[in-house]
């Protein structure tokens, strides 16, 4: 997820878990990223823990969240 992360807060990050792969290449911070299985992502409870700016829709982007948008 991220290569180097040094003295920089962080707070509500996710990555998909894949095997034993670490979200940060060096962690030198305050840096957390929470580890999500395939499933747990491609979910309605996961787009409502991402905010309003998401939706789930499972025709949409392979079953992941997407970005919410009106229409007028």
Known sequence: MIGYNYNTTMADYYYLKQGDQEPFGLNNGGGV?????????????????????FVYDSGLNDGYPVLAWEKE
């Open 33 to 53: 990223a929470t580890p999500k299985t395939e499933s747990e992502m491609k979910s309605a409870d996961f787009a409502k823990l991402l905010g309003d700016d």
